[in-house]
């Protein structure tokens, strides 16, 4: 969920995404001859419904869905005080409103090395590329995270 959220930034359309994913894994499960791969090939399922919701044209281009968007709740339970709690929210808001501000193809990298903590390797083979140009995507990826984490700072 926070992968398509990510890639797509809408909550709603990653929870599509998501959903579809599963549909898609359940009918096509025979397909998967490496069961150790599962994770793989569900992430690869999900980028490319996250692909396919980019490319669509949908209503909610005009009428864009909810205010604040939100990761899902993953470790902000962990934090001990309020305080603590409100300073990982903002940190993580901010991260989530930056990585969202990515082009699509940075975001992707980023998002599957950072937040799926895929090797270069595995990112490669999941989107198709070759190394050296998911390298260079991170690259410009953290620089444009970089120049855009200055800019909120100042």
């Known amino acids: 969920m926070r992968t398509a959220f990510l ?10 995404a998501v959903q579809d994913t599963f549909v898609q894994a359940y009918r096509s499960i025979g397909q998967l001859n490496d069961h150790h791969k599962l994770k793989s090939w569900l992430v690869r399922i999900v980028i490319n419904r996250c692909r396919m919701k980019q490319r669509t044209w949908s209503w909610r281009n005009i009428f864009p869905g909810g205010g604040a968007e939100e990761l899902p709740d993953t470790d902000m339970t962990i934090a001990t005080g ?6 990982k929210y903002i940190d ?12 699509y193809m940075y975001r992707e990298c980023i998002v599957l090395y950072y ?5 270069i390797q595995e990112i490669a083979d999941q989107l198709d590329s070759k190394e050296n140009t998911i390298k260079s ?17 100042q």
Not at 92 to 103: I, P, R, T, W, Y
Request: charged fraction near 35%; avoid cysteine; hydrophobic fraction near 40%.
């Open 137 to 153: 995507r991170l690259a410009r990826g953290r620089s444009q995270l970089r120049r855009l984490w200055e800019e909120e700072q």
């Open 115 to 119: 937040f799926q903590e895929m090797s």
């Open 92 to 103: 993580q808001h901010k991260l989530v409103q930056a990585v969202q501000q990515l082009d």
């Open 82 to 87: 309020a305080d603590e709690l409100a300073i």
């Open 7 to 16: 890639l797509v930034k809408d909550q709603q359309a990653a929870e599509e």
